[in-house]
């Protein structure tokens, strides 16, 4: 198989006229090479350590040194495990010890890698051998007994005749699996419709309006012109289903000058005197719309950059979404705090198939 | 082995010993000592000696570009190796928890088991964070090793008969390896992988008929829920794992049954290949440069921070950073989200249509079955079935080339796109004009590089072309009796003549009627696509223009303005 | 820096606790002594009549332009009135203001005036009209609950400035500032008033002690270099992927050639 001793000439010869049969095999559409003549294997040249005895002396205490170097490093390592504990908790300790212990790791490797390479390039011998190349298709004897052998398997187990057998197998085995596959719907509740659940959130009338993460409920003289509220439903923290109804319900409050907004028959009394409040949750796929600019009225979302320009309503006027962010109807309650006036007249978030 | 050692030490000051020593085969102690009872002892309950005289010889070509794959190979090596000491700290579990260690900031602050866990791996185990950073970047390598390494098989035409089958295996790693970068970048609950996830959530959500529900299963209930990092968990370390070590010894067993495919160059051929031997040049070589990928990886991990999670907090669905982004192989993704212009979606029948999720994911899903299909496309349009073991030269292979380039980049501006909020704060664009611009990009960019890259092979197949027949420049300028100043060309030898000839051009199908007489649609397809392929060719030089070149030349009367296009070699049909 | 680090270390484990200390009273101290001339100029002189004046003459010479004279505004630029002391000192203290151009949002750049001018701009356009006052020394010292200041921080603040304050794009151009390296005092003055297109975090909002705390945090991470070594900017995962193709991928593939290359 391998051709340890090989020199160039002879074999390249042999070989090229191998290669002109099985180039003469299938090629397709019409193929045009070159009829000039492999010059074969050029001279063989030697290094500096075949040559040189000092040379190869000198190779050969590099090679070593690399390696006690690595021993070297490796120690470094375990000395840096016990000089630089953490257990104090201090940051510049945990540094340290992540940069020593890896630097001495790092050098114990290098010592190896280096050392060997070096070795195998400058001191193993540098003799190039040839692997000769059989097609990837077996003999024609070979592939003739394989039939052969499905062949005797088939007359022997009736697996074409006796169709009956055959046919019912097929239909056992396609059956088998489903009952496994139908266990994946485990994977979530049983009793629930995730089309039901996207559609509302936990905000309801009277739900006061409060600051996340503090559950402060904030009040309309709070809101200065030009602020933004991160706001949270009333009794969220409270909730053991808090992120997933987080998700959904957070709103972004904003106050404008009244002015500024432009607003759609129907949705009159959705805001109080210039407090706004809208969805915080991207209608493209749901990342936080949180980047409020006071002075041009965009929201922009981090993730894909859609722009929603909130003096008409939050509509895009950029970027991947679609759809305005939903808005959350406010209004005043008795004691001065902004509550809700109901939920979200539409689902939040990106869009699904049954949202319609 | 000690009697290895031995001979190569003694050949260390004395070549010839080595030689001789070699020649010996394949080392194996006949007697005495403890290996060769060692040895016996394996032999006779293993038959070894079968692997080693089978293998141990074996010839591996030397070339930096094939070493991509190993890079890719030893980076998940150093994965497995971190990622299991990693198991034994993280906690893949969304119990709410409040964090008590070392980090100030973070002190109280409540979490999930899973953040907790990973805060406690990089802050209170010594070294967790080094083990922590090291995984990380070796997966950021490992698919990054991987692209080059397709990028290289792609350009030279590696893929080709019998290596297809092995393409496809490769493919298919490549896209595990994705998976096992987001399921592990998802792993720590921390604010950047929550937002991945909801991103992923809402991307789900959007595919018609089936997302709600998958999204639903998937996520166990509402999104974020209680399950996902355990689901996730699962797939990073068994089931994609075992899955990819499958692939991954498919892939090795290939590459030996075919053994490895070489560049052209004198003395090698199609049926042939040339290099070093397993034992034990090559073994030293691929053996030390474990350690040196391992080494690069470790000096990342010892001076570089990657994901802070510690400055990201845990995930609440309120916040977001700045600069959310994937990791950056899943960067393509993310920006073709982005180069959506506002209003693609809308309702049809009752159902909502995110043609905006939907474009970009038909994008994606096409560009990878492109990349898994070519091999077959391109031997369907050349209908050769012959075996190819001799590289091409990039050049000499135009189309496919520029192919190539134009998938580079279109994936490229995907790619860019992913950053292009950064993009405009550190050139100081606005972020409309950066995504704008990308867009262009993408749609017209990759007609571009094709028509260019095309050019340009073409352009440096005249370049050999002209080197082969008249020799190179020596830039010595000569005065000829007769008053005229010629720049005298040199011939390059025969080794380097033989590197610049030993490929083959196609020539487009002839349409021809088949066997019924017919001429099928199917078949004006296939010349017309041949066509587009072949039409463009620059053909190798032939011995006799060679030995006529030579005459020429001989002349001195050959300066360099003698024109190709003149030539034999300019093939048009 | 890292032997520096290491001797620190070895006196371990009082060392690390000793040293923060030192640190903290070396900058407290000397911030505090810093700032309390400042402290006392607002205290006392803020008032006095020289300094509205001299406020009102640099007003006139290099404000009035854009912002008109009485403060009322014009089609450059914005009026002043009820803004306050804060953002004066923020604006100009940061070199925002004057603008050298009208672009997109205001850049920062060095200042052109000095401390006391900058504040006798600040008390000029407060005595016109009243607003948000410069901050008091004892909510700037850094001294707050850290975990409560990154929690106010990734909600408030962290989708445009980035959860390690590295900063980040806007709409148009316009771009979310780097928060290291700005005094506690300006930070404490953009929650309050709203620069340019920030919003304004009122003390209904944020209180007091919540901008203190998030101070707090924002000088906890400045001041404690990451434990995984160098940032690469903090920008996140665009900045590791360039590193690991850059730096990693090059230096491997630097070491392939030479692996494959023929020995002398």
Known sequence: MAHDEVSGHDSAASDSSAVETSRAASTGTAVIASDVVNPGEPPHRKRVTDLDPKKAKHAQRTVYTLFYLSIAGSIFALAAYMAFPIEDGDIAAIRLNNLFIGVGSALALFGIGLGAVHWGKALMADKEGIDERHPIRGTQATRDRAVEIFHEADQESGFGRRTLIRNSLIGALVAFPLPGLVLFRGWAPQDEDPVELLSHTMWKKGSRLTLDPSGIPVKASDVTIGSVFHIIPEGLNERHDLLEQKAKAAVLLMRLNPDDLTISPGREDWSYDGIVAYSKICTHVGCPVALYEQQTHHLLCPCHQSTFDVTKECEVIFGPAKRPLPQLPIEVDSEGYLVARSDFNEPVGPSFWERS | MTSTIDRTGSGDSTPAGAAAATDNGPAKPKSGGFTAAASNYLEDRTSISGVVKEFGRKIFPDHWSFMLGEVALYSFVVIILSGTFLTFFFQASMVETHYDGAFVPMKGVEMSAAMESALHISFDVRGGLLVRQIHHWAALLFIAAIGLHMLRVFFTGAFRKPRELNWVIGFLLFVLAMAEGFTGYSLPDDLLSGNGLRIIDGLIKGIPVIGTWTSFLLFGGEFPGTAIVGRLYTLHILLLPAILVAFLALHLVFVIVHKHTQYAGAGRTNNNVVGYPILPVYAAKAGGFFFLVFGVIALMASFFTINPIWNYGPYDPSPVSAGTQPDWYIGFADGALRLIPPGWEFVWLDHTWSINIIVPVIALVGLLAAVAAYPFIEGWVTGDKREHHILDRPRNAPTRTAIGAAGVTFYAGLWAAASSDLMATHFQLSIEGVIHTIQAWVVLGPFLAFFVTKRVCIALMKKDREIVLHGFESGRIVRLPGGEYIEVHEQVDDYERWRLVDYEVYEPIMLRPNAKGQITPGMRFRSRVSRWFFEDRIAPAQQQELESGHGHHGTHGDGTDHSLEEGPGLTKP | ?264
Not at chain 3, 174 to 203: C, R, S, W
Not at chain 3, 219 to 231: A, F, L, T, V
Not at chain 3, 248 to 257: D, K, R, T
């Open chain 3, 1 to 264: 820096m890292a032997r520096r680090s290491r001797k620190a270390s070895r006196r371990h484990p009082l060392a690390t606790v000793v040293l923060i200390a030192i640190g903290l009273v070396v900058t407290g101290g000397g911030y505090a002594a810093f700032s309390s001339t400042t402290t006392a100029t607002a205290d006392t002189e803020i008032t006095s009549q020289a300094v509205i004046d001299e406020g009102e003459k640099l007003f006139a010479a290099n404000c009035a332009t854009c912002h008109g004279m009485s403060l009322e505004g014009t089609d450059d630029g914005p009026a002043l009135i009820g803004v306050g002391a804060a953002s004066v000192n923020f604006q100009v203290g940061t070199g925002r203001m004057p603008m050298a151009m009208q672009g997109p949002q205001a850049m920062q750049k060095p200042t052109q005036f000095t401390d006391e001018q900058t504040l006798a701009l600040a008390a000029y356009v407060a005595s016109i009209s009243p607003g948000p006052a410069i901050p008091d020394e004892s909510l700037l010292q850094a001294d707050g609950d850290a975990a409560n200041g990154g929690e106010l921080f990734r909600i408030n603040c962290a989708m445009c400035h980035n959860v390690a304050g590295a900063g980040g794009a806007l709409t148009e151009g316009k771009y979310a500032p780097e928060l290291t390296g700005v005094l506690a005092t300006h930070i404490y003055e953009a929650m309050l008033t709203g620069p340019q297109n920030m919003p304004v975090f009122n003390d209904d909002n944020l209180t007091p002690e919540d901008k203190r705390d998030i101070i707090t945090y924002l000088k906890y991470i400045e001041n404690n270099p990451s434990p995984g070594g160098y940032e690469l900017g903090a920008l996140g995962p665009v900045a590791e992927g360039l590193f690991a193709w850059i730096f990693g991928l090059g230096a491997i593939i630097g070491l392939m050639v030479w692996l494959t290359a023929k020995s002398n």
